[in-house]
């Protein structure tokens, strides 16, 4: 299917997800961190947990400084109380040394001035970060208009056909520019991520339930194999990070490492 087709045709499929989620992009006049910090929950978590253990947090701790220097323990069973997958836990406390050490505050604010390629490479040098940050953090208050490749974005495109298999990661960059439009960025961004949460996932995906099965290759190959599709790819799934098997956080998508 030639490229233009395939852009409509997952636009009709993205309008379909929109009537089946009701998601709102998180605050752009957010302080950076406080709206980092969100997101990383709201990556791993249903929005209104995330929203609640972010509002939870702020409680509990003085400011993210005190966050920083809490026991991994301590965070691990408060993430664990407010519902969050506690292996966010060192993903949090990196992230805030990461930048404490940069001027010794814990603010993102001085990014503001900052280069696009120096705002990537500063998020991509914390390295229990999901990959695409530098990208999300680009779009959310850069304004710069490019679908982040995340690893929910990438493994529903891929199941639904929109990715080959052997495609290079700068074939799936030019592949995903070219299919997105630019100003659906952020609301295809968030669609993806809830869908690959909670329906799309990883290990095990409910196709049974899914409003794109229908148009979907890989829920097509499994019932032509005869095969439960919710038994997800096994073995090694896409994305995953071989050191952590992080699930949410995933490391590494099929992003090119920048330079630096
Ligand atoms: S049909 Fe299954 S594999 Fe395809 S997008 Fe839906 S959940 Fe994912």
Not at 36 to 44: D, G, K, P, S
Not at 122 to 136: S, T
Not at 165 to 188: C, H, N
Request: net charge positive; hydrophobic share 35%; with cysteine.
């Amino acid at each position: 299917m030639a490229l233009k087709e395939q852009g409509k045709k997952l636009r009709r499929l993205m309008k379909v997800l929109a009537k089946g989620h009701s998601v709102r992009p998180i605050r752009a006049d957010m302080a950076w961190l406080d709206h980092l910090i969100l997101y990383l929950l709201q990556y791993e978590a249903p929005v209104t947990v995330a929203e609640k253990a972010f509002r939870a947090m702020q409680t509990e701790f003085v400011d993210w400084n005190e966050l920083r220097v809490t026991r991994p323990l301590d965070l691990e069973s408060f993430l664990d109380d407010q519902r969050v997958d506690p292996s966010l836990a060192p993903v949090l406390k990196e992230l805030l040394q990461h930048v404490f050490d940069g001027d010794h505050c814990v603010s993102l604010d001085f990014l503001r001035d900052r280069d696009d390629e120096a705002v990537r490479r500063y998020f991509h040098r914390a390295r229990r970060l999901p990959a695409h940050v530098g990208e999300y953090m680009l779009l959310a208050f850069l304004g710069r208009p490019q679908l982040p490749l995340d690893v929910h974005t990438e493994r529903v495109l891929r199941r639904l056909g929109f990715i080959g298999k052997k495609f290079s990661p700068e074939r799936v960059r030019k592949t995903v520019d070219a299919l997105a439009p630019t100003s659906e960025a952020m609301q295809y961004h968030m669609l993806f991520l809830e869908h690959g949460k909670k329906t799309c996932t990883r290990d095990a995906p409910r196709c049974d339930r899914c409003p794109l099965a229908k148009d979907c290759d890989f829920a097509r190959k499994a019932s032509r194999d005869g095969r439960d599709s919710s038994s997800g790819e096994g073995g090694s799934p896409e994305g995953a990070d071989p050191g952590t098997g992080r699930k949410g956080t995933e490391r590494r998508g099929a992003q090119a490492t920048p330079a630096g």
